[in-house]
C-alpha cells in the first residue's frame, strides 16, 4: 500500500513541524563544536542533491548539477525509489551515487530514511543542496546527514513554510524566474567564498539553463520503431517511420496536483481534429501501465482508427528513443513535457494551476495558458495544495487553440526534417 500525496502532506505538517523544532538547537550545537576545530572555508568536493518527489526536477535541475560538476565536485542525489528513473535520462549521476527512499510504505520511509543518515555520514558528504520548496522532511535531511555546508531555499520575511533552521547558506527563492535559474543560485550559494544576506546577487544569463541531449541507442530506438510498426498492423494502419508522422498525445498527469489535468473529452476531441487535419498520420496515446484505462476511454470516445492505446509499450528508460522517432507531443503540465526536454521532439504543453514561467519546459516546447486571475493558485508558498475542485484555467483551454500550436510544431518539424 502506497503513501497517498494528502498523507505524506499531512505527516510533514504534524510530524514534520515539531521534529524541525526539536533539530534546529541540535542541528545549531553540532554546528558550534564542529566551527571550534573548522579550518575555514572549503570547496565543495561531495555534493548531494535531494530532490524526492518529483520526477520532471530531475530534468530541470541538470544544467545546476553540471555546474557544479564543473566546479569540481563528486554529485550525489537522493530521490525517491519509485522515482530514480528520471535520474537515468541523462546519467549526470553516477548510478553509485544514487541514493533512494522506498515512500511506498511508512516502515520503508522511516527505515530507508535512518539508512541513509548513516550513508551519507559514510560517504562523507560535505554539502547537500534541499531542491525542495514545501517539504520539511528535506529539510530535516538536510540538517541531519552530517554536512558542513549546508544550502537551500529559505522564507526570510515572505510567506511560505516554516521548516526550522537547518542551513548554513539561505537562498531567496524568486517566483518570478524560472525554476532552473533557482536551482543555479543554490550552486552559486554553494560556491560562493563569502556569505550573502540573502543568497545570491547573481545574473543567471538564459544560455546557462541549456539542457543536455539524452544519448539514444540505435539498437533500442530500432527496437521502439518496430514495436509500433506491429501495433499499426495489427492495428490495420499503413504506417512506415518516416514517411507519416508520428504524434504523440499524454492525457493524464499525477496524482500530486490532479487539477493540472485537461479533460478526457477535450483529448478526444483532440485526437479527433489531428486526425481530420492530418490523416494519414499515427497518433500514439501515451501513458504508464497503470494508466491503460483511463487512455483506453480518450480513444474509445475518439474512435480513431489511427489512433492506438500505447500506455504501458515502452519502460521509461525507451522514452528518449520514443520521443526521437516521434515529431509532436500534447500533454498536460507533467513529467513528459521535461523529460521531452532531452531530445528534439517538438510539444505542446497545457498549463493551469502553475505557469510555464516558473515550470515550463525548457526544450522545444509552446505552452499554452488561459491566464486567469486565480492561477497560478499553487506555489511555495502553499504546498502546492490548492482549493480548487473546478479546474476552469484547464477547461478554458480550447480544442482550436491546441490544434493550432500543434501545427505550428508540425510545420517546425517538417522544416527541420528537409535543412
Not at 542533491?49 to 565536485?73: H, K, T, W
Amino acid at each position: 500500500m502506497s503513501i497517498s500525496v494528502n498523507t505524506m502532506r499531512a505527516i510533514d505538517h504534524w510530524v514534520g513541524v515539531p521534529l524541525c523544532a526539536v533539530a534546529t538547537p541540535l542541528v545549531a550545537l553540532i554546528d558550534g563544536i564542529k566551527n571550534v576545530f573548522s579550518r575555514g572555508p572549503e570547496t565543495p568536493r561531495k555534493l548531494l542533491f535531494i530532490e524526492l518527489s518529483e520526477m520532471g526536477s530531475a530534468i530541470l535541475v541538470d544544467p545546476a548539477m553540471r555546474n557544479a560538476q564543473a566546479r569540481g565536485a563528486e554529485l550525489f542525489f537522493l530521490i525517491f525509489k519509485s522515482n530514480r528513473a528520471s535520474l537515468t535520462l541523462l546519467n549526470t549521476v553516477k548510478p553509485e551515487n544514487v541514493f533512494t527512499i522506498d515512500s511506498s510504505s511508512l516502515g520503508g520511509l522511516i527505515k530507508d530514511t535512518l539508512r541513509f543518515l548513516m550513508i551519507a555520514r559514510r560517504h562523507r558528504i560535505d554539502t547537500v543542496i534541499d531542491l525542495e520548496l514545501f517539504s520539511r522532511f528535506t529539510a530535516l535531511l538536510t540538517g541531519l546527514c552530517g554536512a558542513r555546508r549546508r544550502v537551500g531555499y529559505h522564507i526570510f520575511h515572505g510567506e511560505g513554510l516554516w521548516r526550522g533552521a537547518m542551513l548554513t547558506r539561505k537562498v531567496h527563492y524568486n517566483p518570478h524566474i524560472h525554476i532552473t535559474k533557482n536551482f543555479l543560485s543554490l550552486i552559486h550559494a554553494a560556491f560562493a567564498s563569502k556569505i550573502e544576506v540573502p543568497f545570491s546577487k547573481i545574473h543567471i544569463s538564459d544560455a546557462e539553463v541549456k539542457l543536455e541531449q539524452a544519448v539514444i541507442d540505435p539498437v533500442v530506438m530500432d527496437k521502439v520503431r518496430q514495436r509500433i510498426e506491429k501495433l499499426a498492423s495489427e492495428a490495420g494502419i499503413l504506417f512506415t517511420q518516416g514517411k507519416e508522422r508520428l504524434i504523440l498525445i499524454n492525457p493524464n498527469a499525477s496524482d500530486l496536483l490532479p487539477q493540472r489535468r485537461w479533460a478526457q473529452q477535450r483529448f478526444s476531441e483532440l485526437i479527433i481534429s489531428v486526425h481530420q487535419k492530418y490523416p494519414n498520420d499515427l497518433i500514439l496515446i501515451t501513458g504508464s501501465p497503470a494508466e491503460f484505462e483511463y487512455v483506453e476511454k480518450v480513444r474509445a470516445v475518439a474512435n480513431v482508427k489511427n489512433a492506438i492505446n500505447f500506455a504501458g509499450q515502452v519502460s521509461f528508460a525507451e522514452l528518449p528513443p520514443l520521443y526521437t522517432l516521434s515529431d509532436v507531443m500534447v500533454t498536460n503540465d507533467s513529467g513528459p513535457g521535461h523529460f521531452s526536454a532531452v531530445t528534439p521532439l517538438r510539444t505542446v504543453v497545457l498549463f493551469g494551476p502553475e505557469t510555464p514561467a516558473l515550470y515550463g519546459s525548457v526544450g522545444n516546447s509552446i505552452a499554452i495558458t488561459a491566464n486567469l486571475a486565480c492561477s497560478p493558485c499553487v506555489s511555495a508558498a502553499n504546498h502546492r495544495k490548492t482549493p480548487c475542485h473546478d479546474n476552469v484555467c484547464m477547461q478554458a483551454i480550447t480544442v482550436a487553440q491546441v490544434l493550432e500550436k500543434v501545427s505550428i510544431q508540425i510545420q517546425g518539424a517538417d522544416q527541420a526534417k528537409n535543412r
